[in-house]
């Protein structure tokens, strides 16, 4: 089934007299499972494109559907529930709060959802539980009493890694999460993606790095708000 379904999107940016159609009538299709790299110089509407698959913003003409459902219908409400419970983020500069600690850093999607659902509700114990098993899973539980700003570069996206899989969505959208790290350290967190990707989860990840586009298994190329290819990568 198609996941997210775009459909002749135009989102146009009108400033000090000045129109850019930062995209213009994109239309693609992303399938459950599909680790997706969307490529492009700076200024081409990448993070245009990111917002609206995260909802975080809207098109200002043409359609997205999301898990079969149009988002422009999407009240505030719900949409705040999908952008908790269906997705979750990865930034570049990895968005941590600063001054909660690693577990309350953790802590926060799983309170968020509380707000949101109301059929089921995690207690303190399942919250201790899933976040501690999060940590474990990706080799960063001793530090869960610290602050961000005592972690490496990559430990914190390690976290904020797991802040966005804690309430299992479905899809992850990920905004060059390698940007700020150095190579290796870029590469061990594409291995992470790569793996929450084989537990089925759609990945979404954009890019100027080729070598971070060869980790996906489909490369969108973006120009001037148009996709200029669009094509299945065979990874080794
Ligand atoms: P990328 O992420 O590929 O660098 P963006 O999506 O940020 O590209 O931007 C695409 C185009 O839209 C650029 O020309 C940019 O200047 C313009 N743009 C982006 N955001 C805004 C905004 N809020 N207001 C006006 N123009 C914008
Ligand atoms: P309880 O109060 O439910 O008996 P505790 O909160 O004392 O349990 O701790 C139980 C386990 O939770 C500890 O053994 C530890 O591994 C883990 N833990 C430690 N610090 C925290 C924390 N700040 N928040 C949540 N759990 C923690």
Known sequence: MEQLEVKDLTKRYVAYGNVTNALNSVSLNVKEGEMVAIMGPSGSGKTTML???????????????????????????EL???????????????????????????????????????????SKS???????NILEALGIKEHYTKYPSQLSGGQQQRVAIARALLVEPDIIIADEP????????????????????????TVIIVTHDEKIAAYCNRRIDIMDGKIQSDKVLVNS
């Open 51 to 77: 917002n609206i698959l995260g909802c975080l913003d809207n098109p200002t003409l043409g359609e997205y559907k999301l898990q079969g459902k149009s988002v422009e219908t999407m009240n505030a409400k």
């Open 80 to 122: 705040a529930k999908i952008r908790n419970q269906s997705i979750g983020f990865v930034f570049q500069q990895f968005a941590l709060i600063a001054e909660y600690s690693i577990y309350e850093n953790l802590e926060l999607p799983l309170l968020y959802w509380n707000l949101h659902n109301k059929k089921h509700k995690y």
């Open 126 to 132: 399942e919250m201790r539980s899933k976040i501690f």
């Open 178 to 201: 390698t940007g700020a790290l150095d190579q290796k350290t870029g590469a061990e967190v594409m291995k992470l993606l790569v793996d929450v990707n084989k537990k089925g989860k």
